[in-house]
């Protein structure tokens, strides 16, 4: 709350009645009552706080929703904002480290997107432990949004349960930059409008900061894209389409090379218990990762075979450039999904300058609308456990 103490001049009274509220035409101030202590801006009761719990209290326009919002969740001390009526905002809200954002069944409507933060440095810690439970996402065009609804960068111990997030096929539901500890639960990520036929935007994308992949950093600070990958994220029990469902990013080619290095690869990501479907690129990509488990999904490609590569079902591939050392520490397990893609369902390939380490591709059930026999596909691997799986013409 420091910033709501410096904008303007703020009055306490102790009242005795809970209808009585005194007002004070400097600005925002905080009124105790019996029913908790009402919290003002612009002379209007914004939330009703007791401890560290705001209640908040829609405005009139959505300018001042979001500004009021974001009053209440600057800051670094811990606390909770409790969103319990539909709210319209202008643009983005900007949570302060150690929030908890409960939105319920609620729907928030923006005219850009919904939550993003802006790293002053290239540190997973530079912003901490963000906890968004509940809402509908959304923005206000028809059609949604052709950006990011929630782009969280350089930050640890985020976690996102039970929200519905909706946005183009040409956007991000959830964009996530070089980020650690991060856990997506029980979240329905959906595009809306028309998808190209040759779109490979993805609703939940695993990121890496460079300049091509991380453009709103890059504008920000050339130091804060270094490639810094992403580490230790885990998607469970999601339903998400989008052009592609989830894709874990690597670095472009050209000036971009320098980005693609064993220290740029990502790892320990985790896929359990989804529903992923693209619609004209893979459902699942997980580009230039070292290690990654993905189990007990249905995952689903609608994208044409003569789409090559990009209707595969789920792809895991390292690109050109110097990849990590193949140990058999680094693992991709892919394990009791059900696959359904277009040339493979399952496809596994190192392009880069090794092999990968260990993969295991066991009891799934996987199809291919090229043929059974190119089902599933595991090249340029140390060590390969293919076992138990159950293929098909689809």
Known sequence: MRKLRKILLSTIFALTVSTTFFTNTAGTQTVTAASGTAVT??????????????????????????????????????????????VHIDTYLRPGNNTTINAGKHTITSDKGVIINDPT?????????????????????????????????????????????????????????????????????????????????????????????????????????????????????????????????????????????????????????????????????LFNTKSATVKNCRITTKTPKNRNSYSVGLAVAYQKGSAPKATTKNVISLTNNTVKGGQQGIFVRSNASKKLGTVIVSGNTVSAKKGKKNAIMVLSAKKVKIAKNKTKKW
Request: proline content about 2%; charged content about 15%.
């Open 41 to 86: 801006f612009k002379r209007k009761v914004i939330a009703y706080r007791t401890g560290s719990v705001y209640n908040f209290v829609p405005m009139w326009n959505a300018a001042d929703n979001r500004r009021a919002l974001n009053l209440l969740m600057e800051g670094n001390e811990k606390k909770v904002i409790n969103i319990n009526n539909n």
């Open 121 to 285: 440095a290239a540190s997973y810690t530079n912003f901490k432990n963000l906890t968004i439970n509940g809402g509908i996402w959304k923005n206000s065009s028809s059609s949604e949004l052709a950006g990011t609804m929630m782009r969280i960068s350089y930050s640890s111990n985020i976690s996102i349960n039970n929200a519905t997030v909706y946005t183009n096929y040409k956007g991000h539901g959830i964009e996530l930059i070089s980020c650690s500890n991060v856990v997506v639960n029980n979240c329905i990520l959906k595009a809306q409008g028309k998808c190209s036929k040759t779109c490979v935007e993805e609703q939940l994308q695993i990121d890496l900061s460079s300049p091509t992949t991380a453009p709103g950093l890059y504008r920000l600070s050339k130091k804060l894209c270094n490639g810094t990958p992403c580490k230790n994220i885990t998607v469970k029990n999601c339903t998400i389409q989008g052009a592609r469902g989830i894709c874990a990013n690597f670095a472009g080619a050209g000036n971009e090379a320098k980005y693609r290095k064993a220290r740029n690869y990502h790892s320990n990501i985790t896929i359990e218990n989804c529903n992923v479907t693209g619609i004209s690129a893979e459902a699942i990509a």
